[in-house]
């Protein structure tokens, strides 16, 4: 069973940076077979994906997210980080952690992000 729990939420102002993680419970060989994505839900909208790395290391983003945001891999720590900059109060979300091999998908419980002066 996979388990990922996110980390490093809490509240930025505007144009500031924040970086988050994502461990995750499998063994190092079995997290590495696994695309590693990130997501975020705000309030009243429906979750949207940010990006994703696949166990080769390619990332791929949604267009609105590219530039800003970046996902990277430690498959040594068996964590998922999702670096954000420039961050803008629109940033403001749950965001959650995804991990998918084939229809095995897991999500983490989601750690708040709120852009705010």
């Known amino acids: 069973q996979v388990q990922l729990v996110e980390s490093g939420g809490g509240l930025v102002q505007p144009g500031g940076s924040l970086r988050l993680s994502c461990a995750a419970s499998?063994?190092?060989?079995?997290?590495?077979?696994?695309?590693m994505g990130w997501y975020r839900q705000a309030p009243g909208k429906q979750r949207e994906w940010i990006g994703h790395?696949?166990?080769?290391?390619?990332?791929e983003y949604a267009d609105s997210m590219k530039g800003r945001f970046t996902v990277s891999r430690d498959n040594a720590k068996t964590t998922v980080y999702l670096q954000m900059n420039s961050l803008k109060s629109e940033d403001t979300a749950v965001y959650y952690c995804?991990?998918?091999?084939?229809?095995?998908?897991?999500w983490g419980q989601g750690t708040q992000v709120t852009v705010s002066s």
């Open positions: 790395i696949r166990p080769s290391g390619h990332t």
């Open positions: 995804n991990a998918q091999r084939g229809d095995d998908n897991h």
């Open positions: 499998p063994s190092q060989r079995l997290f590495s077979l696994f695309a």
